[in-house]
């Protein structure tokens, strides 16, 4: 398997100041895997799902050219769910509802082609089992990138600098990186974690873009001023699916790779924002993005 | 006078989690005179200050060739006093005082040469007075620049409309835009400011750069991310007088002239922000203004 994606596959359901998604796929895997194999072929999915996961989507996926090998389907169970409500802002929101069903006691175990994966992306989950997924990779990755949020820095921090220590790239908020760092300026926040482990810190930040940092260098991507945000639900994974999807396809992990990576996730990312859920990412083609990517780059053009 | 700031010249004291200034000189004329004296002769000056106001500092602003004309000196009164506490995000703020002292009753008399000026920027202010100034104009200007914030929104908004109203180019700040035009995308937000009279609206998001719409166009400016901030008061101030200086100095109103100035305008904000009050801004070379204007470009160089 050429890009494995381990995370959650699940059910959300949304709120909006503008409008209800009412029960939806979603997932960070699902978005990842949505996301990335727009960009190469050879994704695999490491995840689990209940008996209530509906067929149509993983036919979708399959037909996308996801291979499905590593995610399990309990029988009987029932898939994880979340549920939320964004504020006027369309950045912060509630969690309405939590149910982990299959995802208590979730350890996966990696098909045999999946160890020797080139580029892994450990999706947003506990770091125990990003640990675990680690653990069973035979052959280094080329590139190990890494998702977390502020709720596993408050419950499993040890665990968690584990983990970091182990990838290449992290990809994390403005307020998280703070928290992770105890630094309030971004710049010392990401020399403190590039000195965790990881040689490449991802700042997301919404509306306001992303940083990239590397050694001594910085590079800024702009977000698109969106007309309309329908729902922000999986902008991250996709940035991340993105990210590493571009890096997958081109081999280039330099910093001028990474960049480029970062530009393509976040025209990914925006058009996750366009609908509610995985439908935008559904619907999505190269040439959409490649002309989103230039759109990108023509918005910090000066002269 | 080839370009004029309306605007306050004051004390200020500022506090933040990491330190303190005492009493100092601030004012948005004051950071806005200093920032544009920097990019272009001919800059003058249209403000109030009392007895108090420190000789040196005036003597250092006509050093940097900065006119006082407009400059009223009230005997036996007090400067505009402002006072306020940054959050550790240093970003919001709380007001810990305002004396407004000699701003009660402000009514601002041009002197003949400002009255033909070319440029026009008019600075943080009640609307009312920045109407009066636009009153005593003979000549209309080739550009003419507002600043303002929500306290007008509140408390003046049939006054500050019809400013708005009159003015070539806005700078406010992104929840200041959604609270004009009821709008939370920014796309749509510019959108109605613009249909309101100004043909450009820039949007300071501070640490997250700015946003410039004009007609169907949109340019993101990066924001520098800096070591440490000192200081953000004056930022927005000097960010305008270094966007207006900027195209007094190259003559040139058009969208790329406009996106050159928030540049130039971003880059001397950031070196506000290194010290307390006006310091950094007595010390800067030109030298050094397109340094970092080069650093703002690299920021967003992809490949």
Known sequence: MKLVAVGTVAFDEIETPFGSSGKI???????????????????????????????????????????????????????????????????????????????????????????????LMLGNLDPAVQNAVLDQITQRPKLVVL??????????LNELLRVISRVDVITIN?????????????????RKIMAMGPSYVVIKKGEHGALLFHAGQVFVAPALPLEDVVDPTGAGDSFAGGLIGHVAK???????????????????????????????????????IETRRKEFENLVEVS
Chains 1, 2 share one sequence.
């Open 250 to 288: 081109t081999g280039d992990r330099s910093f001028r790779g990474l960049k480029q990576g970062v530009v393509v996730g976040s025209a990914i990312a925006s058009f996750t924002c366009e609908r509610f859920g995985t439908k935008r990412l559904e619907n999505l083609s190269i040439d959409e």
């Open 147 to 156: 998702d977390t949020m502020n709720f596993w820095m408050d419950q499993s």
């Open 174 to 190: 403005d307020a998280e990186a703070r928290q992770l760092s105890g630094e309030h300026s971004l710049v010392k926040a990401a």
């Open 25 to 119: 796929v979603g997932g960070a895997a699902t978005y990842i895997g949505l996301s990335a194999s727009l960009l190469t072929p050879g994704v695999g999915i490491v995840s689990v799902v209940g008996q209530d996961f509906p067929q149509e989507m993983l036919g979708f996926m399959r037909q996308r050219g996801i291979d499905l090998k590593g995610l399990e389907i309990l029988e009987g169970e029932k898939s994880f769910f979340w549920a939320g409500r964004y504020h006027y802002d369309m950045n912060s929101r509630d969690t309405l509802a939590t149910e982990l069903n299959v995802l208590i006691g979730f350890n996966p175990k990696l098909p045999e082609a999946y160890r020797r994966c080139e580029y």
